[in-house]
């Protein structure tokens, strides 16, 4: 064999060596992405049966805050005690108009 020849073959022998490199870097690449796209599929999945049990529980807590509000407005709508009298410690008055506020008085509101 010529020299020709042996440096022809010697070229045809790295390149197929580059192109395995190559192939085999790209292949390895692939194997990394189809995992992450694994472990993101089992978690998209997850999603539906995690978010699920949100709707009653939003449904009582709804629930519960129209009582408490129907409960608080009843309190509101109910007349107050406007005379100070024998009995009336601990149950509050109005205050009195240009006086100083009383317990339970919203200062500045």
Not at 29 to 35: K, W
């Amino acid at each position: 064999m010529s020299a020709a020849v042996i440096v022809l073959l010697a070229i045809i022998v790295v390149a197929i060596l580059v192109i395995a490199a190559y192939l085999i870097s790209f292949a390895s690449s692939l194997m990394r992405v189809a995992s992450n796209l694994s472990t993101v599929n089992a978690a998209i999945t997850q999603i539906p049966r995690k978010t699920e049990p949100v709707a009653p529980i939003l449904d009582s807590l709804r629930r519960d805050l129209g009582e408490a509000q129907g409960l608080l407005e009843g309190i509101l709508a109910k007349p107050r005690n406007t005379a100070a009298g024998p009995g009336t410690a601990g149950q509050g008055s109005a205050p009195v108009p240009g006086g100083p506020p009383g317990p339970g008085s919203v200062i500045g509101g």
